[in-house]
């Protein structure tokens, strides 16, 4: 079967930004997995990825390693192929399963390697200093957050067990913020302690490190901030198979400005998926702001 490669091309790129979004440079159809930042990932990261065959019948697969999906693709109907274009599409399904394989080792080793770097900055950290720049910027306590001692960065430790520090979230005191390239972050929580519910009592789940200290601050409870809205469900999931019957709270962000609200309609998906209640804070009259720091701030300010 004779088929345009430019056509097919521009047919696997339209399939792929339809999922990934736009796919920066050129489609490489050389059988091997791609890496590449999509429009939706932060600096360092690249998340989007895809192969594409051209040989025999042109197929590929794409997909993006934070959120899990995966699409196949094919240039013609399954249902028209020949015995042997099955076989070669069998082939190269299973030469992409090998490097998926493969590439999930590379990254968990990788991930190992940090999580053994980061209890190395931790353990040599020294507490937070309450007067950092960042957490008086926001009005919270450092809630055990530890302070790089050269650079002055806040630690804001992940964990996907509650003990056991997986990766760093550092925090400068301008507020910008990274985590340690390469290590996890996906199902992670940066867990803040409460003083009030013991265990049975309820558990909030939301964002940003800042928006929980503030949650905790305001109810005593404890809280796990999941980072960023596309890790509330896989927090929510884990933390629901730990405790099945405690009450979880996902206290998402509100979005308002943003088309879609992503903030809001994850927390709404995520408190569904795990039989949880969900809020999130409202700022009337337009007021900037999305998350319950930053309606705190507007508490103090008098705006509220």
């Not at 088929?3 to 091309?9: F, S």
């Not at 065959?53 to 013609?76: H, R």
């Not at 430790?157 to 390469?182: C, D, H, M, Y």
């Not at 979880?248 to 927390?267: Q, R, V």
């Amino acid at each position: 079967m004779n088929l345009n490669h430019a056509e097919v091309i521009a047919s696997f790129r339209n399939a792929l930004e339809a999922v990934n979004g736009p796919l920066p440079g050129e489609v490489v159809a050389d059988g091997e997995i791609h890496r590449y930042r999509t429009d939706k990932d932060k600096r360092g990261s690249l998340n989007g990825w895809y192969v594409l065959y051209l040989d025999g019948i042109p197929s590929g697969a794409f997909g993006n390693w934070k959120t899990g999906q995966q699409e196949t693709w094919c240039a013609v109907d399954r249902e028209q192929m020949t015995f042997e274009e099955r076989a070669t599409m069998a082939r190269h399904a299973e030469n992409v399963r090998q490097q998926q394989e493969q590439a999930r080792k590379d990254r968990e080793r990788r991930q190992k390697a940090v999580a053994m770097k980061v209890k190395t900055w931790w353990h040599w950290a020294r507490p937070a200093d309450p007067a950092h720049g960042y957490l008086q910027a926001k009005h919270v306590e450092p809630y055990g957050l530890r302070q790089d001692n050269e650079d002055g960065a806040l630690l804001v430790p992940l964990t996907v067990n509650g003990e056991s520090w997986v990766n760093l979230q550092r925090i400068w005191p301008n507020g910008s913020k990274r985590f340690v390239a390469g290590g996890r972050v996906r199902g992670c929580y940066s867990p803040i302690a409460g003083d009030k519910g013991g265990t049975n009592g309820p558990l909030y789940i939301c964002e940003g490190w800042a928006t929980g200290a503030t949650i905790r601050a305001l109810t005593g409870h404890p809280v796990a901030c999941a980072m960023n809205c596309g890790n509330l469900r896989p927090v929510a999931e884990l933390l629901r198979q730990r405790y099945p019957a405690r009450p979880l709270i996902i206290a998402g962000d509100n979005d308002h400005h943003t088309e879609g609200n992503p903030g809001k309609t994850a927390a709404q998906e995520t408190a569904q998926a795990v039989g949880a209640e969900w809020m999130v804070p409202s700022f009337p009259g337009g007021l900037p702001g999305t998350d319950y720091n930053d309606r705190y701030l507007l508490e103090l300010e008098g705006r509220l």
